[in-house]
Structures are given as C-alpha cells and as structure tokens.
C-alpha cells in the first residue's frame, strides 16, 4: 500500500519512506502560532522542546519562525532569521543529528538555515510564491516539502481537481530549477485556504494524492478542522489529530507533522502493525 522513497537530505544522508510512518515534530520559535505560540521562541526552550521530541520519537523537526494562522503579523526576513539560526546552530552545536526542516517561504532564511545545518525545505507556499526558492533548493541540493496554499483558486471548483493543478505547476518550477524529482514531498495543505468540507475531502482522497508519485505529508496537528467537528480548543484536539493521522497512513500518507510526539508516534505504529503485521518477537 505504502510506496517507497529514498529522499536524499541536503547534508547527503537520506530519508527513507515507506510503511514506517514518518513523525515530524513541530518546533514553532515564534511568539503568534495558533498552538504554542511564545512557549519556544528562546533558544534554550527551543532547544529542550527539540530535545524531548526527539525522544518522544520525532524522526524530523520542522523550525518556523513565522506563524501562517489567519491574521498573523508578517515578519521580516531579518526578524524570521533572527528567530531560526540561532535555534539550528545551537541544535547542531549540541550534536542533534536528527534531521531539521526549515518551516519558510524566503528563500534567504531558507538558505541560511541550510547553511546553518538543516536539510528540508518546507514551503507553505509550494515554490510558487517566490522563484527564487527553487532555485535555492537546487544549489543545495536540499530536498522541498511543498505545500498547497490557493488563495485565489477558484472555490466553486471541486477541491481535489485544484490541488492536482497546482501540483502540476509545483512540480515543473522544480524541474525548471533543477530539482530532481527525489527530492520532491507533497503536503495538501489543510486548513490554508480550505473550507471544512474541503479539509475533509481532502483527507478522504489521501490515496488519490499518493498516486501522484510523491511522498506526502499530513499536517492537521490541533487545526480547527478538528476543532470545528468537536468543539474543542487547541490543546484538547489530540484524539482527533491522531484520528487524521491514522486515516491518513491507511491511505498511503507517509510523513505526519504534529505537535504531541509520543501520542501520535505510539498511534501510527499500532496502525502500521495493523497493515503490515508487528515486529518480530524476540526470544
């Protein structure tokens, strides 16, 4: 059910996807996120939250420095490097060797932060918003998780059909740049510019997206589409977080960006033992 990928990382490992579902965790070093905004945004909080993620069982960690929910203050490009670099040197300075993921749509803070020593490009705005990005990604052979983010598509048009066109042109600004077609994770976006419906459409057709012939990832940590259904604030939408995340990985999703490691984790290796049997026993 699952394909298998190989994506090299930018500092010349690799990632290897496949049954075994992918936890990223998030790592908002911002003072506005919609969740945890203010709770890591010094270095030294940042770092412990980096810390006991990756013993929670985050495979990746995703830094962002600038919050993309609905009414958010845009930074500039000095304040969002001013929030990053500090926070993926002192990482890299204290050995962490799990890879990091640069959350931005700049290309300066994108190349900055792979020169500082992340390895994944993650653009909200799916190379679409600044050509330059692509371009940055090919220099440094780093490889672009790239997500749908439409605001001026057109909404009485069915919303599978919308993403699927907006990917077709994801995917040749990559070709254009230079990217090779390995170094390419698709993320429909949910919750940017998706209405409730749309959200849950999307989640539904998660196998359609995989037979586009990307690793994908699934972003619903704590969103209102959650929220919205059960009427939950932020920090009691864990249960349904995972429930996403499960549909997901049983339709083919690869990578699950989340806030709670250890829960999501332990979730989607029940589910994987489910597809595709447990471990071996060891005697």
Known sequence: MHKLYDIPLADGRSLALGRIPVVMGILNVTPDSFSDGGAFNLVDTAVAHARQMIGDGADIIDIGGESTRPGAEPVST?????????????????????????????????????????????????????????????????????????????QSKPIMGEIERYFTQTIAAAKAAGISREKLILDPGFGFGKSLSDNYAVLNATTMLTNLGFPLLIGTSRKSMIGKVLDTSTDERLSGTIATNVLAYSRGAHIFRVHDVRANRDALRVAAATLYGPPQETR
């Not at 050509?131 to 749908?148: D, F, G, K």
């Open 78 to 154: 000095q304040q969002e490097l001013d929030r990053v670099i500090p926070v993926i040197e002192a990482l890299i300075g204290a050995g962490v060797s799990t890879p990091l993921s640069i959350d931005s749509y700049k290309p300066l803070v994108a190349d900055q932060a792979i020169q500082s020593g992340a390895s994944i490009i993650n653009d909200v705005h799916g190379l679409r918003r600044a050509p330059e990005m692509a371009e940055i990604a090919a220099l440094h052979n780093a490889p672009v998780i790239a997500m749908h983010w439409d605001i001026e598509r057109d």
